[in-house]
């Protein structure tokens, strides 16, 4: 069999400035890798989750993608890789918990988690406890008749107790824990101790049709002891005693439920204290709580759809509209957004981008100064405004003729009280993505992936020998 290798990790170099701009790649002639999830230690070692395809030979050893096309890999902060787990089953969420990792692992039926085999009746997922040497400690999962159970987030507290955010359709159970459909759709939050073992769940519920109720995203863990929970809604929604609703509005032919992001708070007992709308219209990507007890969501936003507030969100009682895009008939693009909100959802600071297509921030990070970090990707062209500054105009390297041209990545710093500080983008002619970023050390790594004639920050490289490369960014 013809070997390939297994990633192309194209690593530039930045200061947190405007700094000279430098790159070197890793396992290169890569046919086909992308990065989704990324996790750093204390000593900054990097984990991370992705996939290939084909066959690749790492420190001597040759890995098979029909052995399991996912993996999970440790690297050192120059990206050297250490190790390297195959996996059936996709890495949809990565966490460092000293002394070990977590991975969310999602599958269908079944798979095979480092050896183990993993069944299900429908879809399920597991929860995977890997040391930092790469061997596996435990697995965790719902009950083997659990139906279609989904996780979208997993975080810890101080004490290393775990928090996972998902959804069910008819029924979940953890252990002896186990809640069953009261709505179209159901969300749960689960606490396990540390050792995996779980403490206590939690029930969220919504909407009596397909295009109503509630879609978790993330989470996040605040000093307060405090478990922030963010999704949509749309509907009547119920977050244990607290119950919320969306505007609904009514046409010729009948109404339709606005969509909003939410924000749910939670104590360390799985009790819901509170439940708000912070932004109507739009989709929600990840979540942070800065060191005052402000929140900070990333995403996207469309605006309404009626001609009242057409293409307009609220964020808290800001208006903010949406760009308007000529070539999809002149109707509102999807614009991406990083905003900061009081605990009670008043708006504090908004940026969002203003290129004429669409665009979505895919992850959020902070730094310890405070400032903040969103990365995502856009079609066509982008560009950013705050309340300092204003950056258009920034022209898309793939085919910007289509109607959703191959989209660029894009990077953006924000200070804590909401200027921009800078914007980095760019990629090739193919489709390239910012997935997923973290902090650590004062040092940004972003992960993705890119193809074709890759310029990024103004600097090129040519790929055009390979379809998708894995990306990994460190500012």
Same mark, same amino acid.
């Given at each position: 069999?013809?070997?390939?290798?297994?990633?192309?990790? !194209?690593?530039?170099?930045?200061?947190?400035?405007?700094?000279?701009?430098?790159?070197?790649?890793?396992?290169?002639?890569?046919?086909?890798?992308?990065?989704? #999830?990324? @996790?750093?230690?204390?000593?900054?070692?990097?984990?991370?989750?992705? *996939?290939? *395809?084909?066959?690749?030979?790492?420190?001597?050893?040759?890995?098979?993608?029909?052995?399991?096309?996912?993996?999970?890999? %440790?690297?050192?902060?120059?990206?050297?890789?250490?190790?390297?787990?195959? +996996?059936?089953?996709?890495?949809?969420?990565?966490?460092?918990?000293?002394?070990?990792?977590?991975?969310?692992?999602?599958?269908?039926?079944?798979?095979?988690?480092?050896?183990?085999?993993?069944?299900?009746? =429908?879809?399920?997922?597991?929860?995977?406890?890997?040391?930092?040497?790469?061997? %596996?400690?435990?697995?965790?999962?719902?009950?083997?008749?659990?139906?279609?159970?989904?996780?979208?987030?997993?975080?810890?507290?101080?004490?290393?107790?775990?928090? &996972?955010?998902?959804?069910?359709?008819?029924?979940?159970?953890?252990?002896?824990?186990?809640?069953? %459909?009261?709505?179209? $759709?159901?969300?749960?939050?689960?606490?396990?101790?540390?050792?995996?073992?779980?403490?206590?769940?939690?029930?969220?519920?919504?909407?009596?049709?397909?295009?109503?109720?509630?879609?978790?995203?993330?989470?996040?863990?605040?000093? +307060?002891?405090?478990?922030?929970?963010?999704?949509? &809604?749309?509907?009547?929604?119920?977050?244990?005693?607290?119950?919320?609703?969306?505007?609904? /509005?009514?046409?010729?032919?009948?109404?339709?439920?606005? $969509? @909003?992001?939410?924000?749910?708070?939670?104590?360390? $007992?799985?009790?819901?204290?509170?439940? %708000?709308?912070?932004?109507?219209? @739009?989709?929600?990507?990840?979540?942070?709580?800065?060191?005052?007890?402000?929140?900070?969501?990333?995403?996207? !936003? =469309?605006?309404?759809?009626?001609?009242?507030?057409?293409?307009?969100?609220?964020?808290?009682?800001?208006?903010?509209? @949406?760009?308007?895009?000529? &070539?999809?008939?002149?109707?509102?693009?999807?614009?991406?957004?990083?905003?900061?909100?009081?605990?009670?959802?008043?708006?504090?600071?908004?940026? #969002?981008?203003?290129?004429?297509?669409?665009? $979505?921030?895919?992850?959020?990070?902070?730094?310890?100064?405070?400032?903040? /970090?969103?990365?995502?990707?856009?079609? #066509?062209?982008?560009?950013?405004?705050?309340?300092?500054? =204003?950056?258009?105009?920034?022209?898309?390297?793939?085919?910007?003729?289509?109607? #959703?041209?191959?989209?660029?990545?894009?990077?953006?710093?924000?200070?804590?009280?909401?200027? &921009?500080?800078?914007?980095?983008?760019?990629?090739?002619?193919?489709?390239?993505?910012?997935?997923?970023?973290?902090?650590?050390?004062?040092?940004? /790594?972003?992960?993705?992936?890119?193809?074709?004639?890759?310029?990024?920050? =103004?600097?090129?490289?040519?790929?055009?020998?390979?379809? /998708?490369?894995?990306?990994?960014?460190?500012?």
């Amino acid at each position: 069999m013809k070997k390939i290798l297994f990633i192309f990790v !194209f690593v530039v170099a930045l200061s947190h400035a405007h700094g000279q701009t430098n790159f070197f790649t890793m396992f290169d002639n890569c046919k086909l890798s992308m990065l989704t #999830r990324i @996790a750093a230690d204390n000593s900054n070692n990097l984990y991370i989750g992705g *996939s290939f *395809s084909g066959a690749v030979t790492i420190n001597s050893k040759e890995y098979k993608s029909e052995d399991g096309r996912h993996f999970l890999c %440790k690297t050192d902060a120059s990206g050297n890789i250490l190790w390297v787990v195959q +996996s059936s089953a996709v890495v949809y969420d990565i966490l460092f918990r000293n002394p070990d990792i977590l991975v969310l692992l999602p599958y269908n039926v079944s798979a095979n988690i480092m050896g183990q085999t993993v069944s299900s009746a =429908k879809d399920n997922f597991c929860l995977l406890s890997i040391s930092c040497e790469g061997t %596996k400690n435990w697995i965790f999962a719902p009950e083997y008749n659990s139906d279609n159970v989904h996780a979208t987030a997993v975080k810890t507290d101080a004490e290393g107790n775990i928090y &996972i955010l998902g959804e069910f359709a008819n029924s979940v159970a953890f252990g002896t824990k186990s809640l069953s %459909k009261i709505d179209e $759709r159901n969300a749960y939050l689960v606490k396990l101790n540390k050792s995996g073992s779980v403490q206590w769940l939690s029930q969220m519920t919504g909407g009596n049709s397909f295009i109503t109720g509630i879609w978790t995203q993330s989470m996040t863990y605040s000093d +307060s002891n405090h478990i922030y929970v963010t999704g949509t &809604i749309a509907g009547n929604c119920t977050f244990g005693s607290n119950k919320i609703s969306t505007k609904q /509005y009514y046409f010729s032919n009948g109404g339709i439920y606005a $969509r @909003a992001v939410f924000v749910a708070t939670y104590n360390s $007992r799985g009790i819901c204290s509170d439940v %708000k709308i912070f932004i109507t219209e @739009a989709d929600v990507a990840d979540i942070n709580v800065d060191k005052s007890g402000n929140i900070v969501l990333a995403g996207h !936003f =469309k605006g309404a759809v009626g001609d009242v507030d057409f293409a307009t969100s609220y964020f808290g009682e800001t208006a903010v509209k @949406a760009t308007i895009d000529p &070539i999809a008939g002149g109707g509102p693009s999807e614009d991406s957004y990083v905003a900061k909100f009081t605990p009670e959802g008043k708006s504090i600071w908004t940026v #969002r981008s203003t290129g004429s297509s669409t665009d $979505r921030a895919m992850s959020l990070a902070s730094a310890p100064d405070g400032s903040v /970090y969103i990365s995502g990707f856009s079609f #066509r062209n982008m560009g950013f405004s705050s309340n300092n500054k =204003k950056i258009e105009n920034m022209v898309n390297t793939g085919n910007s003729d289509k109607e #959703r041209a191959d989209g660029d990545f894009y990077i953006l710093k924000v200070s804590s009280d909401g200027n &921009i500080d800078w914007f980095k983008y760019g990629g090739g002619a193919g489709s390239d993505r910012a997935n997923d970023m973290i902090v650590s050390s004062n040092t940004l /790594y972003v992960c993705g992936f890119m193809s074709g004639n890759v310029v990024f920050d =103004k600097v090129s490289k040519n790929l055009n020998n390979t379809l /998708y490369n894995a990306v990994l960014i460190k500012l």
